[in-house]
């Protein structure tokens, strides 16, 4: 006897999958969200927590100037991650589940 399997939440998967192979760039604020922010701060937004730093970011090239330390430090004082690299492994898997999950 053969019996008929449901393929469909596989099929949703690849698609997923393969729109997330699509992309070339993501903004820091795609993958930070304000539910992010919220979740792991005391800040509801990346503007918000990074208007606290204190330091003036108006540009990508802005937030490179920022020494790493200091960012760091802020990271450390300012969220529940133990690092900058923390927090952006976690926001980068969190974003990656929520775009292979969609419609699920």
């Not at 926001?91 to 990656?96: I, R």
Request: charged fraction near 30%; avoid cysteine; charge should be negative.
């Amino acid at each position: 006897m053969y019996t008929k399997t449901d393929m469909s939440g596989l099929n949703k998967l690849q698609k997923n999958l393969s729109e997330l192979g699509k992309l070339n760039t993501i903004a820091i604020g795609d993958v930070m969200t304000n539910e992010f922010i919220s979740r792991y701060s005391s800040y509801s937004s990346l503007d918000e927590l990074v208007d606290a730093s204190g330091f003036d970011v108006n540009t990508a090239e802005d937030f490179k100037a920022i020494p790493d330390d200091e960012w760091e430090a802020f990271i450390v004082g300012n969220t529940s991650f133990s690092s900058w690299k923390e927090m952006q492994h976690k926001s980068h898997e969190e974003f990656v589940h929520k775009k292979l999950t969609k419609d699920s």
